[in-house]
């Protein structure tokens, strides 16, 4: 039996870990298929404190891990298929184990939706980004393109369009989703093109490493032609990672988890930090700061029952 469970070991699940071994509850975290969360597959993190020359993902993840495994914090390999959040004590499932806890802090995160290229994997880091605040910086005076009509591709586009050269919007229609004021300053911003009517259908240059450009295919005329550019930003939205948690927990109508009162869940004991709960921010340093919350608030829950 385990006082506390975390699921899911980026900056949400570590820094929850460490907030929690250090208040004497022996937590077990889970580390899923990805161990370390989304910041694993990236290069130079620049807006992380402390780092004043930026810090690598990797080994942000791994200096995070090290701290958590400095008090004792337990780690399980697995990826959680099931849950029995109904009853009690809480059943959690993964594919190696079946574990029971007294209490648990959900923190497996959200997936960038992609365009399901397989050049994404190797070029993802390399001029390909889906985090225009995380990675905006390196495309300074460069020519990007930015993939999406609704309010998030915008956001993106209006943001790194004050430090690319052009931005240009690829959408796969003739008209943009997003809402009126954003379309507006969008199209009064200058250095914004449009491309309508098109999708991505291969990411250059696999065999130099980095993005150079970007094959569109007309989805009405079908002729594909070449867009050279430095940087492409999928700007899709995410879809959190709580397939598992269908009928056990409140979902939104997007699938993040509903949290209320910081991180507590309509399951008491159930807890939930990071991306999984989160469809406004989804950056690193609000991950860890929920991580820290839903630690807290497991901790005050586990004294009173």
Known sequence: MQQLTIIGSGPAGLTAAIYAARAGL???????????????????IENWPGYPDGIDGPKLMADMRKQAENFNVAFTAGLVT??????????????????????????TGASPRMLGLDVEKKLMGRGLSVCATCDGFF??????????GGDTALEEAIFLSTLAATVTVVHRRAELRASLAMQQKALSTPNIKFIWDCVIEDIMDIDRNTVTGAMLRNVKTKQVTAHPCDGIFLALGHVPNTSYLQNQIELDAQGFIAVRKGSTTNIPGIFAAGDVADPVYKQAITAAGMGCMAALDAERFLKVI
């Open 82 to 107: 099931s849950v029995d959040f109904q009853n009690r004590p809480f059943k959690i499932v993964t594919d190696a184990q079946n574990i029971e806890t007294r209490c648990a802090i959900v923190a």
């Open 26 to 44: 022996a937590p077990l975290v889970i580390e899923g298929l990805e161990p370390g969360g989304q910041l694993t597959t990236t290069t130079v």
């Open 139 to 148: 495309f300074r005076k460069k020519d990007i393109l930015v993939v999406g």
